[in-house]
């Protein structure tokens, strides 16, 4: 008997070194594996909040949130009268207009992607090159910019102020202040509606938060996004928008994707080794906002992931990992802001007329 037990202990002790060297430091059962991975995923990712309190140590009021949501309809902000920023960041289609490159005034196509504005407030700078350091700086240049909605600043401070209700929505929104209606509250105020822009409660951040809302398929592909390295720029409360890296930094995709004329943070710093150097884009619904890549060229969730593997990576995904790292990025949409339309203040013979 003693003989037997002996025998059998040594035999387990055996196939236990086996399993163990097979698979290090791993532990044997579904639910062991997914602790410990949610261990991980909570040392690397963060969920997104359900509200945002302050921006720059400012309290955010909900005046300024209200006045904020009908500049965010607001199409004339831009000299067609057409435009408005919700004509490019959709907030019933993901935050983004789901197009390769914005079409902004004249018809005109822009230079890159637009990415969404959900969660933007968590990104640790604005735009694919991080050249706004804010989402109140980011606001000014859109208004402005002659392929978006070409407008001036004093253009859109005669029109704000030739609508009585706007002056009203601005006094209550900046209160105390001599000359409220300005181009600098304006952007204020479009930041303090963005910062309600986000989408907590994904099946991921339930995940994190305990629950068993994953699939095993989501799972394996949580695991490979973090032991093959995404995780590395892919991190924080975005899974991105944190940090700047080179589109490349192995092997550079093809020109259709990145083209040669978009230098990215380059023209930022103007320094030789941010030449196509961009921020790593935030996934939170990703799978909401094709195409991809601030060329918007990739339209196939599996396809960016393929090329982040080659080009960032060195390393050739094989279709079962893409599709698991794929299908765990689906895990980050999350309740979707509800944003009821906005009833805007009417015209008045003061208002500049479009053009
Ligand atoms: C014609 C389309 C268009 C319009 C209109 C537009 N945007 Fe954008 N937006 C873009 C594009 C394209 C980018 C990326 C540009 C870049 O990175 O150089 C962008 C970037 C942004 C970002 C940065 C997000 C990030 O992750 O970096 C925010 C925030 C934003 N826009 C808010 C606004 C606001 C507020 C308005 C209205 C005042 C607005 N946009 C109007 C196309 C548009
Ligand atoms: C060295 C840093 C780095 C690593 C590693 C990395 N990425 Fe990226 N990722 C980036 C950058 C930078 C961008 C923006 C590229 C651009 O300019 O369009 C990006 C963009 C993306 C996009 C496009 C998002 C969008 O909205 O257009 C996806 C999807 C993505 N990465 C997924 C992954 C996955 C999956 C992995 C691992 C296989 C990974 N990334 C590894 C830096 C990285």
Same mark, same amino acid.
């Given at each position: #008997? ?34 410990? &991975? ?103 240049? $859109?208004?402005?910019?002659?392929? @978006?909605?070409?407008?001036? $600043? ?9 609508? $009585? ?14 000359? $409220? ?9 479009? @930041? ?108 196939? &969730? ?5 090329? #982040? ?47």
């Amino acid at each position: #008997m003693r003989h037997r037990s002996h025998a059998l202990a040594a035999a387990l002790a055996l196939s236990c070194a086996t399993l163990q060297a097979a698979t290090p430091a791993k532990p044997a059962t579904p639910e062991a594996d997914a602790t410990v &991975l949610r261990e991980t995923a909570n040392a690397l990712f963060a969920p997104v909040p359900a509200t945002i309190e302050t921006v720059r140590g400012q309290a955010i009021t909900a005046a300024q949130v209200e006045l904020g949501k009908s500049l965010w309809f607001e199409p004339r902000l831009s000299r067609s009268h057409v435009i408005s920023c919700n004509t490019c960041h959709n907030v019933a289609t993901g935050g983004a207009d789901n197009v390769p490159t914005s079409i902004g005034h004249g018809w005109q196509k822009g230079p890159r992607n637009s990415p969404t504005v959900l969660n933007a407030v968590l990104n640790v700078a604005q735009f694919w090159d991080g050249r706004a350091a804010d989402l109140k700086e980011q606001a000014k240049g $859109p208004v402005q910019a002659s392929v @978006e909605m070409n407008n001036t $600043p004093a253009r859109v401070e005669a029109t704000l102020r030739s609508i $009585p209700g706007y002056v009203d929505a601005f006094t209550r929104a900046f209160p105390g202040e001599r000359e $409220p209606v300005n181009f600098e509250n304006m952007a204020r105020a479009l @930041e303090a509606f963005e910062t309600t822009l986000v989408t907590p409660d994904s099946r991921f951040d339930r995940f994190l938060a305990g629950a068993d809302s994953l699939d095993a398929t989501e799972l394996r592909g949580l695991s490979l996004f973090v032991d093959k390295g995404c995780s590395a720029c892919h991190s924080g409360a975005n899974i991105g928008g944190q940090a700047y890296y080179p589109f490349g930094v192995v092997e550079r995709p093809g020109a259709q994707v990145l083209p040669a004329g978009d230098k990215g943070r380059f023209a930022v710093t103007q320094t030789a080794s941010d030449e196509y150097v961009f921020r790593a884009a935030p996934l939170r619904n990703v799978a909401l906002t094709a195409p991809y890549f601030h060329s918007g060229q990739v339209w196939d &969730l599996r396809q960016a992931v393929a090329i #982040m593997g080659s080009s960032q990576l060195g390393h050739e995904l094989d279709a079962s990992e893409v599709e698991a790292i794929t299908r765990f990025l689906g895990t980050l949409s999350g309740r979707q802001p509800q944003v009821a339309n906005p009833v805007l203040p009417a015209s008045t013979s003061s208002t500049p007329r479009p053009e």
